[in-house]
C-alpha cells in the first residue's frame, strides 16, 4: 500500500511540473483565457454594409478635405494691334507677287495693249474677279495717261486704286457690346473646311484680350469631336463652352447657349454652326431655323460667314448662297498666307456688299486680326 501510494505521488507531481513547463514554453497571448482572446467583430457600416447605416458618425467638416486639384494656366492671348503688326509683315511676305507684278508692269517704258492684257490677266488670276479687273485697269490707263508712268507715280496711283476698290468706307466693326439685359450674339457660319471652329476659338481670344465676358455655344453637332475642339479653345482663354449630345438638335443648343450667356450676364456669345454645302437645300434651311430659335430670346447682333480665301472663285459661289438663306454681315477670310492670291477680298465684297471684318493668316492661336484695307493694300505693294 505504501508502495502505491508513493507511486501516484511521484507520477501527479512530474504531470504538473510537465504542465507548468509547457505553459511557460507558450507565447504570452496563448496563455490568456479563451473568452479574453476572442474579439467581438463590430458590425460594418457606411458602403460595405449589408443595409445603409442609419445616421453618420461623423460630419464632413470632421473629415480632411483633399486639395483642389490645380487648374491649366489661362492664357494671355495677344492684343489686336500686336496681331496688326505682326499680320502685315506676314502677309507682305506672303502676298507681295501681286503688287510687285502689276508695279513691274506698269513701270514700263511704253504701256502697250500688251502690256495692259498681262495687268488684266494678273489681277483676274488674284481672284479679283472679272468686273472689278475691268473697272481697276480703266482707271489707272486713265490716270496713268494724266499723271505720268514712273515708277513711283505708278505706286501711289496703284495703291490709291487698289484701296478705293476694297472699299475703306465699309463699317467692319464687329457688333459685340453688350445691350441692357442681353449679351451680344454672334453666329458663325460657312462651309466644312473652311475653319469654322477654329475661327470661333480664335475670335474668342480676341474677346478676352478686349476683357470681354465670352460664352461659347458648340450647336455643330454632326462632325465629331466639333463641341470638343471648340470647348479646349474656350478653357485655354477660361470661357465656358455650352454643348449637348452629338447629334442633338444644333437650334437647341444655341437657345441654350444665349440662355446661359443672359444667365451669366456675358458681354457675347459666340455659336459656332455646323459647316454646310451650299448645294443641300435642307440643311441651309437648318441654318435658318438657328437663327430663328435664337431670336425668341435675343437679337442676333452679327452673322459670320467664314470662307477659305484659297478656294477662290468657288467661295464667292459659297457666298451668294448663304447670302440668300441668311443675312450675313460680315466675312471672315481664313488661309489667306501664300497659297492665297488676295483678290477674293475685292471680288466677295463687290459681290455681296458685306464688309470683310476678319482675315486669318497662320495656324498660330492669335492668327486671326481685324481687317484694314489699307494694310492689306500696303502689305500687297510692300
Do not use: C, Y
Not at 467581438?40 to 483642389?68: I, Q, Y
Not at 489686336?80 to 506698269?106: E, F, M, N, P
Not at 492684257?117 to 479687273?133: C, F, K, R, S
Amino acid at each position: 500500500m505504501v508502495v502505491v501510494i508513493a507511486v501516484v505521488l511521484v507520477v501527479g507531481t512530474t504531470g504538473l511540473v510537465v504542465a507548468r513547463r509547457r505553459r511557460a514554453e507558450l507565447p504570452p497571448d496563448a496563455q490568456k483565457p479563451a473568452v479574453e482572446s476572442a474579439e467581438v467583430a463590430e458590425p460594418k457600416v457606411g458602403d460595405d454594409a449589408e443595409e445603409p447605416r442609419d445616421t453618420p458618425t461623423r460630419t464632413l467638416e470632421d473629415t480632411e478635405l483633399p486639395e483642389p486639384a490645380a487648374t491649366e494656366t489661362i492664357e494671355k492671348p495677344e492684343s489686336a494691334q500686336g496681331r496688326l503688326v505682326r499680320l502685315r509683315a506676314r502677309l507682305a511676305r506672303s502676298q507681295g507677287s501681286l503688287g510687285k507684278g502689276l508695279l513691274a508692269l506698269l513701270s514700263r517704258d511704253k504701256l502697250d495693249e500688251e502690256a495692259w492684257e498681262d495687268i488684266e490677266t494678273t489681277l483676274i488670276t488674284a481672284d479679283v474677279g472679272v468686273a472689278p479687273t475691268q473697272e481697276l485697269v480703266e482707271k489707272l490707263r486713265t490716270r496713268m495717261r494724266v499723271e505720268g508712268v514712273g515708277a513711283a507715280q505708278a505706286r501711289e496711283i496703284l495703291r490709291e486704286e487698289l484701296i478705293d476698290l476694297v472699299n475703306p468706307s465699309l463699317d467692319r466693326a464687329l457688333n459685340v457690346s453688350r445691350k441692357e439685359t442681353q449679351p451680344a450674339v454672334v453666329l458663325v457660319v460657312g462651309v466644312n473646311g473652311t475653319g469654322k471652329t477654329t475661327t470661333v476659338g480664335k475670335l474668342a481670344r480676341v474677346l478676352v484680350a478686349e476683357d470681354k465676358h465670352v460664352v461659347l455655344g458648340a450647336a455643330d453637332t454632326f462632325r465629331a469631336a466639333a463641341a470638343d475642339q471648340l470647348q479646349t479653345w474656350g478653357e485655354r482663354v477660361g470661357v465656358r463652352t455650352v454643348r449637348g449630345p452629338e447629334g442633338g438638335d444644333p437650334a437647341s443648343i444655341a437657345f441654350d447657349s444665349v440662355k446661359q450667356g443672359i444667365e451669366e450676364e456675358a458681354d457675347v456669345v459666340l455659336v459656332d454652326t455646323a459647316g454646310r454645302l451650299h448645294t443641300k437645300t435642307g440643311l441651309m434651311d437648318e441654318l435658318g431655323k438657328v437663327k430663328r430659335v435664337i431670336e425668341k430670346s435675343a437679337e442676333v447682333d452679327e452673322v459670320l460667314l467664314v470662307i477659305d480665301a484659297t478656294t477662290g472663285q468657288n467661295g464667292l459661289t459659297q457666298a451668294r448662297v448663304f447670302a440668300e438663306v441668311i443675312n450675313v454681315t460680315g466675312l471672315v477670310l481664313t488661309k489667306l498666307d501664300g497659297t492665297a492670291k488676295g483678290g477674293i477680298v475685292i471680288a466677295v465684297q463687290r459681290e455681296l456688299g458685306v464688309p470683310v471684318k476678319l482675315v486669318g493668316l497662320g495656324e498660330g492661336p492669335d492668327d486671326l486680326a481685324p481687317f484694314d484695307p489699307e494694310e492689306f493694300v500696303d502689305a500687297l505693294l510692300d
